[in-house]
């Protein structure tokens, strides 16, 4: 039922970074190496995202804007893996159900690509086009069919904002892809693969690595990594802390507690530190599933995270290199 399905997709797509998300998320998940978005007026009269990744075969391209279809879990295993990767099967079918979406892709056996065409819970035929291997999904004209919602949205800058914080979270998470931006066809964002180190000062710039120290540490399973920015590193705002457990940008306050703490013992630094921090630990440990939507985690032993992580960042703010 299309109500039913436009309430519960607004729930999944609630503005068009969220879609990004989403479909920076199966850009990956189908193996992308390279990754470019275009987006116009914040993405909200267009997003697309275009990617080199397995694709999608014909036969299955109906099936990809269906609800609850998903290619991706075969066993318990896999739902515990895909859990901590956005939704089971709902992203491209709550964009179809609130926007106008173009699916096209093309998979390494077929001679061409097929596009379909989705709006108003409705479906074209599969048509052949033209795209090398690898998948476009461009959403158009976010909210059309509701317009109460789209009224909700904000300012096209500041959804566009939304839509490059999300850019750059997940490229930060994957520096061995290459990624692009593109707003109201001007380039933005020009990533080639990269190590970390070269990744992060391309997004946060040369000033931050230069006034920061490394964080390595690791006991059994568990390991933090990154950088973390000195108090001579001035232009620190609340916008450059990046967290990622298990890959995945977070949220938390417990893990952002033990950072804190450790800059005001080691540092007295009463602002905004910058960071950007990898914590990998073992996945039964911790449950990001809490809202996919939201970038909140839950640890089962919390106390010992923190303290994992607050002595890390003491020991990297205590021996800062010359
Ligand atoms: P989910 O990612 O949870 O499976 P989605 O609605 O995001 O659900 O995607 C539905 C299905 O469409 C995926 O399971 C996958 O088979 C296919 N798909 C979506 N995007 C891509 C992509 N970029 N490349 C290859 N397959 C894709
Ligand atoms: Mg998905």
């Known amino acids: 039922d299309l109500l039913i399905n436009q309430i519960a997709a607004g729930e999944v797509i609630e503005r068009p970074a969220s879609a990004l998300k989403e479909l920076l998320e199966n ?74 979406v173009t699916l096209t892709s093309r998979n390494a056996n077929a001679a061409h690509a097929w596009k379909i065409e989705a709006a108003d819970g409705t479906q074209s035929g599969a048509a052949p086009a033209a795209h090398p291997q690898g998948t476009s999904v461009e959403m ?43 707003h109201n066809g001007k380039s933005i964002w020009q990533l080639p693969r990269h190590d970390l180190a070269q990744r992060i000062t391309a997004i946060l710039g040369a000033e931050f690595g230069q006034h920061a120290v490394n964080v390595e540490r690791q006991i059994g399973a568990l390991h933090l990594y ?50 950007v921090l990898f914590l990998d630990m073992p996945p039964e440990q911790v449950d990001v599933n809490v809202h996919p939507a939201k970038s909140e985690v839950r640890f089962r032993e919390s106390q010992g995270i923190h303290q994992f992580v607050f002595h890390a960042l003491q020991d990297a703010l205590s021996a800062p290199m010359a």
């Open 140 to 182: 158009r004209e976010l909210y059309f069919n509701t317009p109460a919602r789209r009224k909700f949205l904000k300012s096209e800058s500041t959804e566009y904002a939304w839509c490059e914080e999300t850019f750059k979270r997940i490229a930060l998470s994957r520096p061995d892809v290459a990624f692009s931006l593109q």
């Open 226 to 275: 990154g950088i973390a920015a000195l108090p001579a590193y001035s232009r620190s705002t609340r916008d450059e802390q990046y967290f990622f457990v298990n890959g995945r940008f977070v949220r938390d306050k417990v893990l952002m507690h033990a950072v804190r703490q450790a800059y005001q013992d080691i540092l007295h630094h009463q602002r905004h530190p910058a960071f």
């Open 27 to 100: 850009s990956l998940d189908a193996g992308a190496t390279d990754i470019a978005v275009q987006l116009e007026a914040g993405g909200i009269k267009r997003l697309v995202v275009r990617d080199n990744g397995g694709g999608i075969a014909k036969e299955q391209l109906p099936l990809a804007l269906m609800r609850h279809a998903t290619s991706k879990i075969a066993s318990l295993d896999d739902l515990q893996r895909v859990a901590s990767m956005g939704f089971r099967g709902e992203a491209l079918a709550s964009m179809a159900a609130v926007a106008q």
